[in-house]
């Protein structure tokens, strides 16, 4: 495990995954962080869907609105968040985020503890093969 660092990433950049309509952006993965949480960046294009319901048995997770409107999940609502918008996701709950707008939208995720990082390529593959 590398010594924790200083991270100054500018806008944009960071460890890209691309899936159609969609784009995340690692910017601090269980690497850096000593396994404690991640975060990245979830651009939707517009009008498009997210990655579909499911849960984290053992991790919250936190977005916070950083462009646009998401819709998210929590449980069973639905939530718009818009830029400077919080919300926090319990471990075990089912969530999903999907842009409705016509315009691109993007959330911050926070994922705590970290090591979701290591589930994207065969996410970025999944969505290769199933649209």
């Known amino acids: 495990m590398a010594d924790p660092q200083v991270i100054k990433l500018t806008a944009g950049t960071g460890r890209i995954y691309e899936m159609p309509g969609m784009r995340a952006i690692f910017k601090a993965d269980e690497a850096e962080t ?3 949480y991640s975060v990245s960046e979830w651009w939707l294009d517009a009008r498009q869907t997210g990655p579909g319901a499911h849960s984290h048995e053992t991790n919250d997770e936190v977005f916070y609105g950083i462009g646009g409107v998401m819709a998210v999940r929590a449980g069973e ?3 718009d ?5 919080f919300l926090r996701i319990p471990a075990g709950t089912i969530h999903d985020f999907e842009n409705r707008t016509y315009a ?5 995720n926070f994922f705590i ?6 589930n994207m390529p065969a ?3 999944w969505f290769k093969e199933n649209g």
């Not at 503890?113 to 290591?118: A, I, N, V, Y």
């Open 34 to 36: 000593k396994e404690a």
């Open 77 to 79: 609502e639905w939530h």
């Open 81 to 85: 968040i818009a830029p400077g918008d």
């Open 104 to 108: 691109r939208a993007g959330l911050l």
């Open 113 to 118: 503890p970290g090591g979701f990082e290591r």
């Open 123 to 125: 996410i970025v593959d």
